[in-house]
């Protein structure tokens, strides 16, 4: 099993910025890939960004340029940096953990809110 745990949400003013961190522990091994997901109210989770262990990473348009994803191994945890935050990224956003090649297993975080105000 793997434990995510996420820090970093809270309320911010439009154009303003946020860290999101996510620790994983557990058992680590073999994760190859973590990414955040966040989810508005009413609306379905939808993919943020992700980062491969080898650091290749991949953004939703939406946060292009705005967002950053980026992992420190020594410390299994993973950061999302966002700027110029935007109303429409208010959401829940989760850290996710994807584990394996055959037998894919994905870990979820418990959420941390981010509300950006206009």
């Known amino acids: 099993q793997v434990q995510l745990v996420e820090s970093g949400g809270g309320l911010v003013q439009a154009g303003g910025s946020l860290r999101l961190s996510c620790a994983a522990s557990g058992s680590i091994a073999g994760i190859n890939a973590m990414g955040w997901y966040r989810q508005a109210t009413g609306k379905q989770r939808e993919l943020v960004a992700t980062i491969t262990s080898g650091g290749t990473t991949n953004y939703v348009d939406a946060v292009k340029g705005r967002f950053t994803i980026s992992r420190d191994n020594a410390k299994n945890t993973v950061y999302l940096q966002m700027n110029s935050l935007k109303p429409e990224d208010t959401a829940v956003y989760y850290c996710?953990?994807?584990?394996?090649?055959?037998?894919?297993?994905?870990?979820w975080g418990q959420g941390t809110q981010v509300t950006v105000s206009s």
């Open positions: 996710n953990a994807r584990q394996g090649v055959l037998n894919i297993r994905n870990y």
